[in-house]
């Protein structure tokens, strides 16, 4: 018949109270608010970069815009301008072309003034 034997060590600290004991670690702290920290500045980053790209869409379009109506009015701005169109409107308004022109010539009294 064999014998086992089973030797039971006391077991050291059962009795007395941990410094942390139920708290949590400092080191596990620091490290869940340096996550906090960096999550936080993730998620600014993030929205200003899509704001800022949705305003620089946004100025695109503008300037797109603008070089439009830019076009436009230099255009307008040539049919206002062309000869043809003011002999038109000259025609239009009942004008007489002048026939008999006096140039005036020399260094007169009231060329100089």
């Known amino acids: 018949m064999k014998r086992d034997y089973h030797i039971v060590e006391p077991r050291v ?41 949705y305003a620089e869409r946004k100025i695109e379009a503008d300037i797109t815009q603008l070089k439009e109506e830019n076009r436009k009015l230099k255009i307008s701005e040539a049919q206002v301008l062309s000869l043809s169109r003011i002999e038109d409107s000259v025609k239009g308004q009942s004008m007489d072309a002048a026939s008999n022109l006096k140039t005036v010539g020399g260094r007169g009294e009231v060329a100089l003034r």
């Open 13 to 53: 600290g059962r009795g007395r109270p941990s410094a942390f004991s139920g708290a949590v670690h400092p080191a596990a702290l620091v490290a869940l608010f340096v996550f906090f920290l960096s999550s936080i500045a993730y998620v600014y980053a993030l929205n200003r970069g899509a704001t800022q790209g």
